[in-house]
């Protein structure tokens, strides 16, 4: 069956703090898609990373970086140097090929993220 | 602006009540997604539409309904709305809709309160 779990409910850091963001996820196919997605106070979804089964390459964008393992069924999300504006809650997702005909976005319950100052 | 707009922000309704809530796009993009979000589950789907003239359900379909007449719009409606119901409501869409490599786009939400 498909499953994200995302174990960590609210992580507090201190500005400047690194972190790290927890996503494990399940399922039976060989093709897949995960996604990271930020909701801010504000509380639209932002769209942040897409990454499929085949490419396990680490993904740096500015201070996010991605690390994506497929021996632990993992792809978790480090903030570098947390700021302010990285406060939210960000929801991982997963996306099967095989979906039954429509495209499946399976989420997690989120990790909400405060970064004080 | 391209992207998506719900109406309303925020509705506060009786048990019992008819409401239906609006989405549009202006992405022209095929698939369009009605979710619900609630505290600790994250987002859950309610109904989808890979092209217009087209719905299917998600996972929580019951109480719910869906139209797609044209490619712009997807309304949910709930035809006799029960306090289970209050929540954030999101529509979404992407390019197509049954390809999993496409990320999905949002709205801003509808906060939903049923008393």
């Known amino acids: 069956a498909q499953k994200v779990t995302q174990a960590q409910t609210e992580i507090s850091v201190v500005e400047k703090e690194d972190v790290t963001l927890d996503c494990v996820y399940e399922?039976?196919?060989?093709?897949?898609?995960l996604f990271w997605y930020k909701q801010p106070p504000s509380g639209e979804l932002v769209f942040l990373i897409r990454?499929?089964?085949?490419?396990?390459q680490n993904e740096i964008s500015g201070r996010y970086s991605w690390n994506f393992q497929k021996s632990t069924s993992s792809f978790n999300f480090t903030i570098t140097a947390s700021q302010v504006v990285d406060s939210a809650v960000y929801f991982c997702?997963?996306?099967?090929?095989?979906?039954?005909?429509?495209?499946?976005?399976?989420f997690g319950a989120g990790t909400r993220l405060a970064v004080h100052p | 602006i391209a992207g998506i707009t719900q109406a309303p922000t925020s509705q506060i309704l009786a048990a019992g009540r008819r409401m239906t809530l609006r989405c549009t796009q202006d992405?022209?993009?095929?698939?369009m997604y009605w979710y619900r979000q609630d505290l600790g589950l994250g987002l859950r789907l309610i109904h989808y539409?890979?092209?217009?003239?087209?719905?299917g359900k998600g996972e929580v379909p019951d109480g719910y309904s869906v139209s797609r007449a044209n490619t712009d719009d997807f309304p949910l409606t709930l035809a006799s709305a029960v306090p289970s119901q209050t929540s954030v409501y999101f529509c979404?869409?992407?390019?197509?809709?049954?390809?999993?490599?496409?990320?999905?786009?949002f709205g801003p939400g509808t906060r939903l309160t049923v008393l």
């Open positions: 990454r499929n089964s085949f490419d396990e």
């Open positions: 992405m022209r993009h095929n698939a």
């Open positions: 979404a869409s992407s390019a197509t809709g049954d390809s999993s490599y496409n990320e999905q786009f």
């Open positions: 997702a997963l996306s099967e090929a095989r979906s039954g005909g429509y495209n499946k976005l399976i």
């Open positions: 539409s890979n092209t217009a003239g087209t719905t």
């Open positions: 399922t039976r196919d060989t093709t897949y898609y």
